[in-house]
């Protein structure tokens, strides 16, 4: 199975569950700081499905189920540092990493994600993965998060390329969504795992 067409011209990838197998790290971190935050249990289940989402979105969807505003920043903060906390547990997810290390040095290539910038750079160069992209995106770098399709625009443009030209690795339906509304192909990368 061939993934990338010979008249592709680059490669953008998300990072959070495509490149790196962070998402069980976030949930720990996200469960304790909003637990803190609230005083109470919270569902594992709250957190389902929501792996491609912002920060605030989750956010968005935890206020909801509450009905009640919660600490933000508080909570983003104290999530954040969970997660740095516990890198050296972190793995890369090494089917999707080799497609990079394949890709390096012959196409260019940016990450997208919308994670933020503290956590996107320590996972990629934890894991050594950084040194392969010539750009990254996060979530601090454009008003609007996927599913828009904001940051795979920025990272097209920024690799001097034409959206239709560039192939996205992706694991969430938001990811999917925005690339696809940027104009580009997709290969969902949870076919490739085993």
């Known amino acids: 199975?061939?993934?990338?067409?010979?008249?592709?011209?680059?490669?953008?990838?998300?990072?959070?569950?495509?490149?790196?197998?962070?998402?069980?790290?976030?949930?720990?971190?996200?469960?304790?700081?909003?637990e803190d935050a609230i005083?109470?249990?919270?569902?594992?289940?709250?957190?389902?499905?929501?792996?491609?989402?912002?920060?605030?979105?989750?956010?968005?969807?935890?206020?909801?189920?509450?009905?009640?505003?919660?600490?933000?920043?508080?909570?983003?903060?104290?999530?954040?540092?969970?997660?740095?906390?516990?890198?050296?547990?972190?793995?890369?997810?090494?089917?999707?990493a080799d497609i990079a290390r394949a890709y390096h040095g012959r196409l260019p290539m940016a990450v997208a994600s919308n994670g933020s910038r503290q956590i996107v750079s320590a996972c990629l160069r934890h894991l050594g993965l950084e040194r392969l992209f010539d750009v990254i995106i996060t979530i601090d770098d454009v008003t609007n998060p996927k599913p828009a399709p904001d940051m795979f625009l920025l990272a097209a443009g920024r690799l001097d390329l034409s959206p239709a030209s560039c192939l996205v690795f992706e694991d969430s339906r938001e990811g999917m969504l925005a690339a696809t509304r940027a104009g580009m192909t997709h290969v969902d990368v949870n076919t490739l795992l085993p």
Do not use: N
């Not at 929501?50 to 909570?75: F, T, W, Y």
């Open 39 to 96: 005083r109470q249990a919270v569902p594992p289940e709250w957190f389902h499905g929501h792996g491609g989402m912002s920060e605030h979105m989750v956010l968005d969807i935890v206020e909801a189920r509450l009905g009640q505003r919660v600490d933000r920043d508080g909570i983003i903060t104290q999530a954040r540092e969970s997660m740095l906390r516990k890198l050296h547990v972190l793995r890369e997810i090494t089917v999707v």
């Open 1 to 34: 199975m061939t993934l990338v067409r010979a008249d592709t011209a680059g490669l953008i990838f998300d990072c959070d569950g495509t490149l790196v197998d962070s998402l069980p790290l976030y949930r720990e971190g996200w469960m304790a700081a909003l």
